[in-house]
């Protein structure tokens, strides 16, 4: 009779090839990656010492994808080489090992699947000094890296997704966003498509804006965790004046994942509906969050009208009452957070006060995507109702 295997050394067996195919696979994506990077170097500097005539370099990825496709298969379209180009062109520097450390040639070959043959060959003639491919697969764990080097979290459609971006300090922030919170591509792009930066850039200064290009969203003070307008297109609901809160609130519940993903980094779900009572009156928490950076509870009221300084007295009470009876040692005060369609910035600011303005916010949500002249004019809004 057969012995059975013991659990533990089951989950050990298992972790060893869960781990094993997590790096054949991105592996793979470096090199596939980095193959592209290399091939959209070949392009642009046969194109810059070609001819300059306007169709010289579609002639020219023409002839190539027609060669790749005989030797290689398919996948190898024009449009797919221009990918290349672009991709080489937004990040020159792709390969780069750092200020600080010697780069050396390629002691390594880049095979493209299904087709063995090495292009380590041509490599070396354009740009004497990449780094090796033994190199790249590493998960930098250093300062050495930046936004523009080759991070092996990325996959080539992370990087076709980044080269639409024109801005390069737009492009430095959601590369380090998608590194940081292993964003997939889908979710790279959906925070994309919600303008994230730009939400983000609205209310800081040049060092903000700075800082938002070279480190991301950093989390080191309420405000800092709450974004205005909360993009909430994912759910799929029209905008109506029939619109009620508790089909709002289900909503955000039946898509949890993408509604902590558009909060951003640190928020917990904790419950929906909680009831308060007060000498025999009950109220009723709409949803409650806590937030693992700043070590305190996030309590959410949704609203589906303009926001009014009764609501703004309620959230009050519900923080109140969590600061007292909730709050543990190791708890920060308790935050506020209101969602409404629309609110006064100046009654939100006479109705909370200096002190109370550092916890409770107001943020409106929106139901469909915004543009960047959506931004722009609230952005114009808010100036004039400050001024």
């Known amino acids: 009779m057969s012995k059975s295997v013991a659990p533990s050394l089951y989950s050990r067996i298992r972790d060893i090839l869960v781990s094993a195919r997590t790096g054949v696979a991105r592996t793979v994506n470096t090199t596939q990656v980095m193959a592209n990077w290399l091939i959209g170097r070949e392009i642009v500097e046969e194109e810059q010492k070609g001819a300059k005539r306007a169709d010289y370099g579609q002639a ?5 994808s027609r060669r790749l ?6 996948g190898w379209s024009v449009r797919n080489l221009e990918y290349c180009r672009t991709f080489y062109s937004a990040y020159p520097r792709l390969l780069s090992s750092g200020k600080s450390n010697a780069v050396r040639s390629i002691s390594s070959t880049v095979t493209f699947p299904n087709a063995p043959r090495s292009i380590s060959n041509t490599l070396s003639r354009k740009s004497p000094n990449p780094p090796p491919l033994a190199e790249i697969g590493y998960a930098p764990r250093s300062q050495s890296w930046a936004p523009g080097l080759l991070h092996p979290n990325l996959s080539w459609t992370h990087y076709r997704t980044l080269v639409r971006i024109d801005r390069p300090e737009a492009r430095s922030f959601y590369e380090i966003e998608a590194i940081k919170n292993n964003w997939s591509a889908r979710e790279l792009e959906r925070q994309m498509a919600s303008l994230l930066y730009d939400r983000l850039a609205r209310s800081r200064d040049k060092k903000g804006l700075l800082r938002l290009a070279t480190k991301g969203q950093e989390v080191a003070r309420a405000a800092d965790a709450f974004k205005d307008p909360v993009v909430i297109e994912f759910l799929g609901l029209p905008e109506s004046p029939r619109l009620v809160e508790s089909d709002l609130e289900q909503a955000l519940l039946n898509n949890l994942q993408t ?11 904790v419950a929906r509906q909680e009831r308060i009572t007060l000498d025999g009156d009950h109220f009723y928490l709409d949803l409650v969050f806590y937030h693992t950076v700043l070590k305190c509870y996030v309590l959410l009221d949704l609203k589906v009208g303009k926001l009014t300084h009764g609501d703004l007295g309620q959230l009050q009470l ?3 009452y969590y600061d007292c009876e909730r709050r543990t040692a190791g708890d920060q005060p308790t935050l506020g957070l209101i969602l409404c369609t629309d609110k006064n910035d100046a009654m939100v600011r006479y109705t909370l006060g200096p002190d109370q303005e550092k916890r409770i916010f107001a943020s ?3 139901l469909h995507l915004p543009t960047e002249k959506e931004l722009q004019t609230e952005l114009r809004r808010e100036l004039r109702q400050l001024r």
Not at 69 to 74: C, I, P, Y
Request: charge should be neutral.
């Open 60 to 64: 020219l990825l023409a002839d190539i």
């Open 69 to 74: 496709a005989r030797d290689f298969g398919s």
């Open 259 to 269: 509604f902590l993903l558009e909060l951003g980094r640190g928020f917990a779900f």
């Open 318 to 320: 519900y923080v109140n």
């Open 364 to 366: 409106r949500y929106q």
